[in-house]
């Protein structure tokens, strides 16, 4: 990466907050990366391994973005985003709770 250009340099993924699960074997991140006409960002969920081992993975993906993660007790994951309800039969796109169990799909709460 060239850090010369100011323009390229303003492009780059832009990580923020930190969320940490109860055991400690999970870390959660926001990384805002631009959507595909480079006009706003967006924002998604990353996993990243606390001990540094593993990759990180992008657990979320939507046009609206997420944000906000935190864990339930029991190690789910909660976030909030704009995405639609896949189970609702309204056209609201407000922002709403959602869960990411460890192991499924995201729902609203």
Do not use: H, Y
Not at 6 to 35: E, M, N
Not at 45 to 64: H, I, M
Not at 76 to 105: A, C, Q, Y
């Amino acid at each position: 990466m060239d850090f010369t250009d100011l323009a390229a340099f303003q492009t780059l993924p832009r990580v923020s907050g930190l969320a940490l699960s109860p055991d400690g074997t999970r870390l959660i991140t926001s990384v805002a990366t631009l959507d595909p006409k480079g006009q706003k960002w967006v924002t998604a969920l990353w996993g990243v391994d606390p001990t540094g081992q593993a990759p990180a993975q992008r657990l979320t993906r939507s046009a609206k973005g997420e944000g906000n993660p935190t864990f339930t007790d029991e190690g789910d994951t909660l976030f909030v985003s704009g995405r639609p309800d896949p189970e609702s039969t309204e056209d609201d796109e407000k922002p709403m709770l959602w869960l990411l169990p460890k192991v499924g799909e995201a729902r609203v709460v």
